[in-house]
């Protein structure tokens, strides 16, 4: 229930020139054509049959026989992607009983995921977010049957699109192919056709590369290490984690190689990459006359050129179009031709650049003449004023040609955080609102915008998976609804399906986090701090702030979307935008209802989580009261504060282990398991220990501005990283009381990064299995600080 910036919900709109019926006539004809074009793409039906059996085998073996899978046209489904779930006809009592037919895979394991859950009460989530709950099927031969007519269930709008560029390095950097199978199993059971495609694509470079006399130990310097890929490829750093070995080249490949396989058994529409114009330094010796700059800093330690400041390709450059046609036809010959949707995401400067995107659009072209462009806009202002950017005057632009050149080949992924999109100019929009969450904004989608011809889609764009499974559920099934859903009585039978029964004390916490965590309405961003696992870094003598902490805040407008305007305090904030005593209380009901959840994983995960949320923000009361005792020169409170707040980490920590869904030791283990030398060992857990604490080379005294970017409340890292940390930092607090001195920040910071650095450095290995009785410890825990 840790609310965070990981999920964004995304309708896709194709958007005209101008409002007139002719433009929307040519609108829905190209819509059409393209989706006509990708169909063609997909596997045979037998194969598609093939897959939806398999899912089924690996879901629920015991069923493999009381079901049927056909693959119909589209005709039958009134010209629309939809799944029809019927009864058999049967003759004799060994055939199937439930029949369920679709225009491709993905619809047939979308009805059965549908049929599972509403005729069933079965539930599907994530492993690491206590997996699925089946013990409510009946046997077979006994399985419900559904109306006499059957059901049929159409998708409002083609697409359900998946991922975010950066969820290749935030989730899935240390997956093998076992774990991918489990994923794409989870899209096809939620519906998504729409998935990004961005492994490997670090070996088709070095392909392409070798063409243009870059050699690999060239690249060293150009990609990140494992962990950091996604950020290697959008140009905000190069060569940290680095270099990549020929063996993890080599395996990523072939791992691209089976997930695209099985997406297009799925009659998936994979999602590649394409070339963005970062480029490594060697090409501006190579060709010396290209227009080759470097982007801006991007929170390195003084600039350090040797992370930051990736060199760039200019668009109007001939090279450009050269190298961007290159990667194309790189991939169609090592994949086949699975797809014409290809991924760019731009620095904001450069999406505004007319020549940018008519470049981009003619190296695709040149490459699969009918290649589409899905463009992903960087979210954050942040990075708009890295890279000096304005707000989207893309979508404002009078340029006749812009808008003709871009026409029916974009679909524009916009994120929440950018200001309002004023104008409209080509193939799509992929809107997308932020996931510092209400569960009111998912049940709006799509009906939160009329469906007009030119809308194509829904779906999810989230940095990080494998978290509050509850919102990913419901806004998978938007993809099949045109309806508001009534969230209070869907959360009933969620309910009901994620436990395997209706607990009415479970159904009453509900209600509260509906209504509190899941309700943010103050438009506030990036809410979710929490000191425990993003401690400040700041002198706490002074009366402010060395540099006020902003904060981004969504302000609602008529338009009902959201703009920026910032806010700044003398301390740090801790954002709350719910009542903590209501959240205690939903802890308090799923509490007494644990004796009726024995055994459930899916409960255990949820008490977990749901305690860990209540304790992190007692925690941040505690750090602020230890703070202001601090500054009251109350040197008993400060240390009775400060002693608390350390026993809340231990605490946090041991609740955690209970679950075998919060340890760090998995992280570690599952890079360290890719590597197939000592080099790899070494490297590998070094780039998994560092992407979760902190980033880029430190100053004895200077830490990084990124550390804390992907913190993580995983037992092992609270106690073994952020204690010592809390600890460091209030033992020096201390003893500048008793000392009657300032507050040496040199001296804790040079005590804290050299700690930080040794701890990356490490090959302490930590636990990967579970301990302890999760709802003992949640117990108990409720008793030592609520009851």
Not at 216 to 225: H, M
Not at 413 to 420: G, H, R, V
Not at 581 to 594: C, I, S, T, Y
Not at 703 to 727: I, M, T, V
Request: aromatic residues 12%.
């Amino acid at each position: 229930m840790r609310i965070c910036k990981f999920l964004f919900l995304i309708s896709i709109l194709l958007l005209p020139i101008s409002p007139s019926s002719s433009t929307e006539s040519a609108e829905s004809e190209a819509i059409q054509g393209l989706l006509t074009r990708l169909e063609a793409k997909r596997s045979p039906p037998s194969v598609q049959e093939s897959a939806a059996k398999a899912i089924l085998h690996r879901l629920l073996p015991t069923h493999v026989f009381s079901f049927q899978f056909k693959i119909v046209s589209k005709d039958i489904c009134g010209w629309r992607s939809c799944f029809r779930i019927s009864n058999y006809k049967k003759s004799s009592k060994n055939e199937p009983e439930i029949v369920i037919e679709g225009d491709t895979a993905v619809e047939i394991a979308s009805g059965l995921h549908w049929y599972l859950k509403y005729w069933c009460d079965a539930h599907v989530s994530w492993d690491k977010t206590g997996g699925i709950q089946i013990a409510s099927i009946p046997k077979p031969g006994f399985l419900p049957l559904v109306s006499d007519d059957g059901v049929m269930i159409q998708r409002p709008v083609p697409w359900n699109y998946y991922q975010n560029v950066v969820t290749s390095s935030y989730s899935y950097v240390w997956w093998d192919w076992e774990r991918w199978e489990k994923e794409i199993d989870w899209m096809a059971l939620q519906g998504i056709n729409l998935p990004l495609a961005f492994t490997g694509q670090e070996t088709i470079w070095q392909r392409v590369f070798s063409d243009f006399n870059i050699t690999i130990q060239d690249l060293n310097d150009f990609f990140g290490g494992p962990a950091f890929l996604a950020w290697a490829r959008m140009g905000n750093l190069h060569g940290w984690g680095g270099p990549l070995s020929k063996n993890w080249l080599d395996q990523q490949l072939v791992l691209q190689k089976q997930i695209l396989s099985r997406m297009v058994e799925f009659g998936m529409t994979p999602v590649l990459p394409s070339f963005s114009g970062n480029v490594p330094g060697t090409l501006k010796d190579i060709f010396p006359s290209a227009n080759i700059t470097r982007l801006g800093e991007w929170n390195t330690i003084n600039g350090d050129t040797r992370w930051c400041c990736t060199f760039l390709l200019d668009p109007s450059d001939p090279l450009f179009i050269e190298i961007g046609e290159a990667f194309i036809k790189r991939q169609m010959k090592e994949y086949g031709d699975v797809t014409d949707i290809y991924n760019c995401m731009f620095s904001l400067s450069f999406v505004l650049c007319c020549i940018c995107m008519k470049s981009n659009l003619i190296a695709m072209s040149k490459a699969d003449r009918d290649a589409v462009w899905l463009m992903q806009i960087p979210y954050k202002n942040t990075e708009a004023k890295t890279y000096g950017g304005k707000s989207n005057e893309l979508f404002c632009t009078s340029d006749r040609k812009l808008r003709l050149a871009v026409l029916f080949r974009l679909i524009v992924l916009e994120t929440a955080a950018n200001e309002s999109v004023c104008c409209t100019t080509s193939v799509g929009i992929l809107k997308c609102m932020g996931f510092w969450m209400q569960l009111l904004q998912v049940q709006l989608m799509p009906v939160s915008v009329p469906i007009q011809p030119w809308q194509v889609g829904v779906g999810t764009c989230m940095e990080g998976i494998e978290q509050n499974p509850v919102v990913y559920e419901l806004m998978s099934e938007m993809a099949f609804r045109s309806n508001k859903v009534q969230v209070q009585e869907w959360l009933k039978r969620y309910s009901q399906r994620r436990y395997g029964k209706a607990v009415h004390k479970i159904e009453a916490a509900w209600e509260i986090l509906h209504g509190t965590i899941y309700n943010c309405t103050d438009g506030i961003a990036d809410h979710n701090t929490d000191f425990i696992v993003k401690f400040p870094d700041w002198d706490p003598s002074m009366q402010t702030l060395i540099a006020p902490k902003r904060r981004r805040r969504f302000a609602p407008n008529r338009g009902r979307r959201f703009i920026f305007s910032e806010t700044s305090s003398p301390l740090p904030q801790a954002h709350l935008w719910y009542s903590t005593q209501d959240v205690v209380n939903a802890l308090k009901l799923f509490l007494d209802a644990g004796g009726d959840m024995a055994g459930s994983l899916t409960y255990r995960y949820d008490l977990v989580d749901l305690t860990r949320q209540v304790l992190s923000k007692l925690a941040n009361q505690v750090y602020l009261d230890a703070i202001i005792a601090f500054r009251d020169t109350d040197a008993k409170t400060l240390s009775s504060k400060s002693r608390k707040f350390q026993q809340l980490i231990k605490d946090i920590d041991e609740l955690l282990a209970a679950d075998d869904n919060f340890l760090l030791g998995t992280w570690l283990e599952s890079a360290k398991k890719l590597a197939l030398n000592p080099s790899e060992l070494k490297q590998y857990e070094w780039n998994a220990r560092t992407q979760v604490t902190m980033w880029f080379d430190n100053s004895k005294s200077n830490q990084s501005k990124l550390h804390d970017y992907a913190n993580k409340f995983w037992s092992g890292l609270l106690e073994g990283y952020y204690l010592p940390r809390a600890s460091t930092f209030f033992s020096h607090l201390v003893k500048s009381l008793k000392e009657n001195e300032s507050f040496k920040m040199d001296d804790w910071r040079k005590e804290w990064i050299s700690f930080s650095n040794k701890w990356q450095e490490s090959n302490q290995l930590y636990p990967v299995k579970a301990q302890g009785d999760a709802l003992a410890i949640s117990k108990a825990l409720y008793e030592k600080y609520f009851d």
